[in-house]
């Protein structure tokens, strides 16, 4: 476990703008630590006005339990191999695979810290690599940067990701574009130092 042991950790995100994780979206999101917990909370009422696409509102809160869980990764280097494996369907290594990725969609909503992420569309470490480093995705930027930048993706992890979760029955709605997920991502050593201030945030859709 490479998270601190003592602590509390705040996860914010600006939902409304509901920012991707581009190179120019960085006050979209923050993670702060707060390593003394005898540091006492002030509860502040939670801003209620009209945003630019829908109401902001309080969410409710909920007591939460926690599991295990096995992750793995579903768009690295292994995964497009075996997705380009002809036929697919016949390699058991591949029938293998898809049959953990299948077990860990039964847990959903995914909510979880460290581990892989669970992806929707592009490796979460490789935007955070480029965007953190000012490069938008599909740009000119993007593309004359790529060989220099490409050896530090590996230097990211998954931090905390959570995905789109409808419950009606507790009467809490939370969507991240289309029945997205959002991952805040930090380099390993980061982690490690507890430096939180250089955490990115990337968010995917189905």
């Known amino acids: 476990n490479m998270l601190p042991n003592s602590g509390r950790l705040y996860f914010f995100y600006e939902i409304d703008k509901s920012p991707w994780g581009e190179a120019n979206q960085k006050a979209g999101w923050q993670v702060v630590y707060i390593e003394d917990e005898s540091i006492p909370l002030h509860r502040i009422n939670h801003p209620a006005s009209q945003g630019e696409y829908y109401e902001i509102q309080a969410l409710s809160s909920f007591k939460l339990s926690y599991a295990e869980l096995w992750t793995v990764s579903i768009v690295d280097e292994i995964w497009m191999t075996l997705a380009t494996s002809t036929p697919m369907h016949e390699d058991p290594t591949a029938i293998k695979y898809q049959e953990i990725v299948d077990a860990i969609e039964q847990h959903a909503p995914l909510h979880y810290m460290l581990g892989n992420a669970f992806d929707l569309q592009r490796d979460s470490r490789k935007v955070s690599q480029f965007g953190a480093n ?73």
């Open 134 to 206: 000012g490069c938008i995705y599909g740009t000119k930027d993007y593309d004359k940067n790529y060989e220099i930048l490409e050896a530090g993706i590996k230097d990211w992890i998954l931090l905390f990701q959570m995905e789109s979760d409808r419950d009606w029955k507790h009467n809490f709605h939370l969507m991240f574009g289309r029945s997205g997920s959002v991952y805040f991502m930090i380099r390993e050593k980061d982690l490690l130092t507890k430096n939180f201030a250089n955490t990115w945030l990337v968010q995917q859709s189905q």
